[in-house]
Each structure stands twice: as C-alpha cells, then as structure tokens.
C-alpha cells in the first residue's frame, strides 16, 4: 500500500517588502507571525511564517523576503493561487467591508467548484482566494488578530496550480501521490478552459489541489507575488520515509531527505516544474518557543544559532 497524503501543509510564496508584507498579513489579514526565522538556504533572507494561534500543520502561508525580486509574471507551470478558509458566507460579506477599508483589490462574493469565494490580491499582486467552509474542522483562533473571532481566517483552503496540459501532472497526481479527480469547474479567467479538482486525506477545503489547464498562457515569471513551492501534509515521520522510498523506487528525482527541525522535508518537481514539498506534520513550531511567544524573536535551528548574530546584523527589522 502507498504512504498517504493528509492535505495541504504550507504554501511559501516571495516578497520584496518584508516590513510591508509582515504589515499586511497581520494587521490586515489578521494571521499570527507564527514564526520568525531565516531561509535555510538563503541566511541573508527571512522566512516568515503566518497561521493560525498555534501554528498548526495547514494553516501556514510563508513567505521568501527576497528583497531585489522583480516583480512576477502570472502564467503556465506555476502556483498560481493560495485558498484562505473562513467560516461561512457571513464572513465572506465582512472581510468584503475590511478589503474596502483598506483598499485590497478584490471580486465580489462568487461561486466556484461547489463554494462561495472571494478573491483578492495583496500589495505585490499576490493572488489568495477567501472561501467558506462552514466551519468544518477544528480551528484555534489568535486573541491578539485584530479580525473578531467569528471571521478569522482558519486555515489554508485549496491551492491552484496552472499547466498547459493536464495528463502528465494528472499522472504523477493520482498514480504516485494517490490524490482523486472529484470534479472541474470552468476557469473564471477563461470559460473555455477548465479547472480539475483533486482531493486528498478526508478531503475537503483543506485538502484539495486545483489544477487549471491553459495551453493559451505564456510562461510564468518567478519573482515578488509569486508562489516559490507548495507543501502536503504527511502525517508523521514513518510515513515521510515511506515517501522518500517510493519517489526513489519510481525513479523520481528528488532532495532526499531534509530536516527543517520544524518539520522533515522532502523536495520534488511535477512533470511542469513546479516545485512540490512533502512536509511531517511534527515537531512544530513550538519545539524551540512556547505557544504564547511564537513570532516575537528572531528564532534559528541549532545548527544555526553558533552564526546568530552574523545572520542578526544582516536583516532589517520588521
């Protein structure tokens, strides 16, 4: 039996402004600083990471602080929308009133692949989608957002990727990640063309990819508003091996195994090169700080943390 996929674990887009996008997904969108860090690969730029209260596997939306990025070009063999659950249609209506008071671009309140969404853009022409989930599954509000309780947003929602043509990404969706075709929708861009649902785990909201198919579009560009990888769920670390073993046997290329200490990692790219990550739901984000302080200092992995204040010296605070 293959090892199984739980839903979507994280979505790491770029910015350029990191001052400006730590302001918007907190005050605006009310999401918690969850974890302030650097990337990995990269230790001059931050990795910023916002969620829920607790930082909880599905709720994150992270973020590269690539400060010289161009801007991005949306297009072809890219990630080219991120999902935010909210509670229900009450709440679509108010978060309409708040993108009104701050002046964020948006839709109005339309149906799409069986759900009411909205969507919006942030100051770097990110592309997000607000859509109610009826409250379905656990959700851990944060006391400090400046959004009311009842319309906090409680999770990531479905990811949207675009690519020209649907039968080798279909192929690697189903045959070796075991997601399931549940229906398509047409593209609201392009009527023409259609959308392809793919759900995972239980499914639902939380568990569902999205694949547009535009053979018309140009390439994506990468860069500041664009989306750099998406991550899935897996549940826990017997389960990440059984991952890594199959990828391998399959002939797969891949990273092989990486700990980002808050979670395990394993790196590969679909048939259209867009970068997939399969990431352990544990340890978590408060293996190095309690719950309470998530996000208020500067925090690094162990074999970061001899070359703290080199790394301190070179970002700008938030």
Known sequence: MSPKLIGI?????????????????????????????VNQDDLSAYHLFYADAQGSPGSDLTFFDWAHSPRQRHGNNSISSTGLRVGGADSLAW?????????????????????????????????????????????????????????????????TITVPEIQSTGDLLTQVLGLRPKGKYADPEGQEFSVQIYEMGDGGASAELHVRIRPDLTLFRPGSGGVHHVAFRVPDEETYHSWTARLRSLGIPN???IDRYYFKSLYFREPNQILFELATDGPGFAVDESISDLGNKLALPPFLEKRRAAIEANLQPL
Not at 25 to 30: E, F, N, S
Not at 106 to 129: K, Y
């Open 95 to 159: 978060w309409i009133e708040r993108f009104d008071q701050f002046r964020v671009p948006h839709s109005p309140i339309v149906e799409r692949g069986g759900r009411a969404v909205v969507d919006f853009q942030d100051g770097e022409g990110q592309r997000l989608t607000l859509l109610e989930d009826g409250n379905t599954g656990k959700s851990f509000p944060w006391s400090g957002s400046p959004v009311p309780l009842p319309h906090q947003i409680r999770g990531l929602g479905p990811v």
């Open 9 to 37: 674990h994280h979505v790491t887009a770029v910015t350029a402004n990191a001052r400006l996008n730590h302001q918007f997904y907190t005050r605006v969108l009310g999401m918690r600083l969850v974890k302030k860090t």
């Open 255 to 257: 990273s092989g195994e």
